[in-house]
């Protein structure tokens, strides 16, 4: 509306005022004429005052001025009356003229004012009605217009109303209603939550729900929907409703059951099994694989303590430890399963810890490892075979050349063939027992110990005999060697020492000396002789022995005759008696 300037207002006011006075002398006028044949004193001060407020009319045009010029002409008119006999007949008729002329004119100027009130107020009102209009318009057209479903429902549930796109997402035209409640457009398995949540809604608990639901359309053709529930509360000109808004996510669950089938392909393939424990619950939840992993049939869940009868107790603090990974960690062991036809499985577990507020999860997958660890040992027991019958080789190889040295180095004393034969024997014997030695050791080796009292052990019972020494594990080859000496020293004992007497006493001892750098000393001591007559030819056990050369193994060889005895030592290096690694 064009708004009025100040000059068209004073012209304005200067038109209704010349209105009011052009009025106001009419009936000025009238009155004179009336009263001008009866003029005295009063009657004209009378006319005067009538100029003077008309005179003020002219100038103001106020409605209080105007009624004050209406009564006092009736006042006039009624000194008229009441001085002068004469006027009644001649003045009925305009007395009641100027009356009724008057207050028609007033009650016209009181509508006008009233009007031209009104009128100044109205350019007001029709703006913000407008605006109001206005605003109603585009709230109804971004409602019907929305990208998305959207419905406002009663308290009840029932369809107040509804836009174009959740129509279009039912299947229903413009003609068609959609039912009239909300249940009859979701599936009924998931009635119950839409239900609940609209109840939490309407008794004021918690924000606006959001859930995920199958709508049913007007075909029959169902599809997902994600719905958000608001409360709209009542006010002075509307009552309580919801403001649903539903998203079609048809193609977003179809997606995420694809890749759900896939992984769960992927899992079968690698027959794999998922799990996920809360700690603080005491609840395991695990895929059909996993409980088949762990031998238990297939459930949703199931308590911490029904896994404790199956899983191994070795293994049970490992499996159930809480707060022992960082929150980056990755969880990975191998447990043993107790299955109930009384095998044992082993299961590896891959898992990540995440702490929410006061729960802490554990998700992982499983894997049964027991056939890859048994082709594992498999392997490993068939490579350590392979390995056991190269050695039995090598040690064969090597025994055919010792024992053709013993055959070439022995000679038959004066050409005893008995003796020479029996001799033999005796230290073939010897070579017998120290593999007998050798093979009841998976390593491959033979204690120092078991050698010699395996050479001794004939004479055990019959004399007095003395073994000590810390336990020292000799390898094949140096076991054989070091035989030969012990069973060298035996014989030459019963010969002519010790063992050839009743009350003759052996100590073989041995040690790790601190001066020796590792080496292992070996002393044997005899006491009580049968003669004191030695040989003088140098034969094979002399050679065996070291007497003025090498040994057959160790080194710094010593042999002393006593009056009483004989005390023979012998140095032998870690390095020549360490077992190979082949058994180990």
């Not at 004193?41 to 009538?50: F, M, Q, S, T």
């Not at 008309?54 to 209080?64: I, K, N, P, Q």
Request: charged share 20%.
């Amino acid at each position: 509306m064009r708004p009025t300037s100040g000059l068209s207002k004073v012209v304005d006011l200067r038109a209704k005022t010349t209105n009011v006075a052009l009025a106001s002398f009419a009936l000025a006028a009238s009155l004179a004429f009336e009263l001008i044949p009866l003029s005295d004193e009063e009657i004209a001060a009378e006319l005067g005052l009538l100029a003077l407020i008309s005179a003020v009319v002219l100038l103001r045009g106020h409605l209080l001025t105007l009624t004050a010029t209406f009564f006092n002409a009736c006042f006039i008119i009624w000194m008229a009356f009441s001085h002068r006999a004469d006027f009644h007949g001649k003045g009925t008729i305009p007395f009641f003229l100027i009356l009724g002329a008057g207050l028609a004119f007033l009650l016209h100027e009181y509508w006008r004012r009233e009007n031209q009130t009104a009128a100044a107020l109205s350019p007001v009102a029709p703006p913000l009605a407008a605006a109001e209009a206005n605003a109603a318009s585009l709230h109804q057209q971004a409602f019907e217009h929305a990208a998305v479903g959207l419905a406002i429902l009663g308290a009840d549930g029932e369809l107040l109303e509804t836009n174009r796109r959740l129509c279009e997402l039912l299947g229903y035209g413009k003609q068609a209603r959609p039912p009239r409640f909300l249940d009859s457009l979701i599936q009924a398995a998931d009635q119950p939550s839409c239900r609940d949540r609209l109840g939490s809604l309407l008794a004021g608990v918690g924000a606006p729900f959001e859930f995920e639901a199958r709508l049913v359309g007007r075909d029959r053709a169902m599809f997902w929907a994600r719905i958000t529930l608001s409360l709209c509360p009542a006010d002075a000109a509307l009552p309580r409703s919801i403001l649903v808004a539903i998203n079609d996510i048809t193609d977003q669950r179809h997606a995420l059951d694809a890749e759900k089938e896939l992984l769960l392909l992927a899992l079968a393939a690698g027959r794999l099994g998922i799990w996920q424990i809360d700690l603080q619950r005491n609840t395991v939840l695990g895929s059909d694989n996993f409980w088949s992993i762990l031998g238990l049939p297939s459930a949703s869940g199931r308590s911490l303590d029904e896994l404790s009868a199956v899983i191994h107790p070795a293994d049970w603090p490992r499996f159930v430890a809480s707060g022992a990974l960082a929150s980056a960690e990755d969880l990975d062991i191998e447990i043993r399963v107790l299955r109930p036809d009384g095998h044992i499985r082993w299961v590896a577990l891959r898992a990540r810890e995440e702490h929410r507020a006061d729960r802490t999860l554990r998700t992982g997958i499983a894997a049964d490892l027991t056939d890859r660890r048994e082709r594992t040992l498999l392997r490993a027991n068939a490579k350590k075979r392979e390995s056991i019958v190269l050695e039995l080789r090598h040690r064969l190889s090597n025994l055919f050349p010792v024992i053709m040295a013993l055959v070439n180095l022995m000679d038959a004393p004066e050409n005893d063939i008995a003796s020479y034969k029996q001799a033999l024997i005796g230290r073939i014997r010897a070579l017998e027992a120290t593999h007998h030695l050798l093979a009841r050791h998976a390593t491959g080796a033979a204690l120092l110990r078991d050698i010699v009292a395996q050479e001794l052990k004939p004479y055990r019972q019959a004399h007095n005999l003395t073994i000590a020494g810390p336990p020292i594990l000799m390898s094949d080859g140096a076991a054989e060697s070091f035989v030969m000496i012990v069973h060298e020293l035996a014989t030459n004992s019963v010969k002519y020492g010790a063992l050839g007497t009743g009350d003759g006493h052996v100590s073989v001892e041995w040690s790790v000396p601190a001066d020796a750098n590792g080496d292992i000393l070996f002393l044997w001591v005899e006491q009580g002789r049968q003669t004191t007559t030695t040989a003088s030819r140098r034969g094979f056990g002399s050679s065996v022995l070291g007497a003025g050369g090498a040994p057959l193994v160790g080194h710094s060889p010593s042999m002393e005759i006593l009056d009483d005895g004989l005390r023979y030592s012998l140095r032998l290096s870690r390095n020549d008696i360490r077992p190979s690694s082949t058994f180990s």
